[in-house]
T-cell receptor
Framework: AQSVTQPDIHITVSEGASLELRCNYS??????LFWYVQSPGQGLQLLLK????DTLVQGIKGFEAEFKRSQSSFNLRKPSVHWSDAAEYFC????WGFGNEKLTFGTGTRLTIIP | DADVTQTPRNRITKTGKRIMLECSQT?????MYWYRQDPGLGLRLIYY???????NKGEISDGYSVSRQAQAKFSLSLESAIPNQTALYFC?????????????FGPGTRLTVL
């Protein structure tokens, strides 16, 4: 069975500073990896996803993530955060095929932006 | 209009009551899902459906049931609500195009069981 670990429950970053949110996964085959963002009172919005190919994936809102198979990681990055990036971020691993088409989510990282 | 809608958005009920949460989608996807979100636990899968005739239990299905009335509608029921079912509930749909699928989430239903 697949699993996801987001080791940071809460991160505080100054506006304009760079950001990296960590995600480690466990899965026996090539994973499908996702980052979702949840703004207060909202549903989840897909930021980016990795299925295959280039290990550096670009997403919406200036986010990117890098798949590192050797480290079982899929960390999310942004070079300069904006106050509007304050939200909760979820990493997820998906298993497709053989009827196992569902996502397993991490516990989330809450991002606070300070002026 | 939103592609995935959930009704109601908020609900307060009492222990022992039967509750139904509804989800509708206009994305034309066959796959639909119900999750619950609890603080510090992320999202956990309750039930999922690959088509109208295919319904599967997720990791936390006890105390819940579902009905897939049509391709576009997937309802979640709590037959006898209990306080530890207080949570934020999300419906999602999924495509399965080339390169894998993406799940699209509704806005959520906040359920409080007193």
């Amino acid at each position: 069975a697949q699993s996801v670990t987001q080791p940071d429950i809460h991160i505080t970053v100054s506006e304009g500073a760079s950001l990296e949110l960590r995600c480690n996964y466990s899965y026996g085959a090539t994973p499908y990896l996702f980052w979702y963002v949840q703004s207060p009172g909202q549903g989840l919005q897909l930021l980016l996803k990795y299925f295959s190919g280039d290990t550096l994936v670009q997403g919406i809102k200036g986010f990117e993530a890098e798949f590192k198979r050797s480290q079982s990681s899929f960390n999310l990055r942004k070079p300069s955060v904006h106050w509007s990036d304050a939200a909760e971020y979820f990493c997820a691993v998906g298993a497709w095929g053989f009827g196992n088409e569902k996502l397993t989510f991490g516990t989330g990282t809450r991002l606070t932006i300070i002026p | 209009d939103a592609d995935v809608t959930q009704t109601p958005r908020n609900r307060i009920t009492k222990t022992g009551k039967r509750i139904m949460l509804e989800c509708s989608q206009t994305k034309g996807h066959d796959r639909m899902y119900w999750y619950r979100q609890d603080p510090g636990l992320g999202l956990r899968l309750i039930y999922y459906s690959f088509d109208v005739k295919d319904i599967n239990k997720g990791e936390i299905s006890d105390g819940y049931s579902v009905s897939r009335q049509a391709q576009a509608k997937f309802s979640l029921s709590l037959e006898s609500a209990i306080p530890n079912q207080t949570a934020l509930y999300f419906c999602a749909t999924s495509d399965l195009g080339a390169g894998g699928g993406t799940q699209y989430f509704g806005p959520g239903t906040r359920l409080t069981v007193l």
